[in-house]
């Protein structure tokens, strides 16, 4: 039956890791910079790729440049966010579902 036998316990991870795979986890740095010194071009987008990528997108950030949205609710970075999404989330409260619902 489920749930019998469930016990709730502290483990190092990182000694679990080693242990189950039998080497330390590494970082995503170590991993990127080992798979550019084997040269593995599969892993890595090609320069004219990343180019042409950007060819398209440039010009929408020039257009969202030179034209600002009206009425965008932005707010400063490290902030709590733009005032319009507070009095939203006082607008709703969660349901006996825990899903939110509108206040009318």
């Avoid at 987008?45 to 950030?61: F, H, K, M, N």
């Avoid at 034209?67 to 490290?78: E, K, L």
């Avoid at 006082?90 to 939110?100: F, L, S, V």
Wanted: glycine residues 8%; negative net charge; proline residues 8%.
């Amino acid at each position: 039956m489920a749930g019998d036998g469930l016990r709730a316990a502290s483990f190092d991870e990182l000694s679990f890791y080693a242990e189950h795979f039998g080497a330390n986890p590494s970082t995503g740095y170590e991993t990127l910079l080992y798979d550019c010194i084997c040269g593995d071009p599969t892993l890595f987008q090609r320069a004219d790729t990343i180019e042409d990528g950007w060819s398209l997108v440039d010009p929408i950030l020039d257009v969202w440049k030179a034209i600002p949205a009206r009425d965008f609710p932005n707010y400063p970075a490290a902030d709590w966010g733009p005032a319009a999404a507070a009095a939203r989330r006082r607008e709703t409260q969660p349901d006996a579902r825990g899903e939110a619902r509108l206040i009318a």
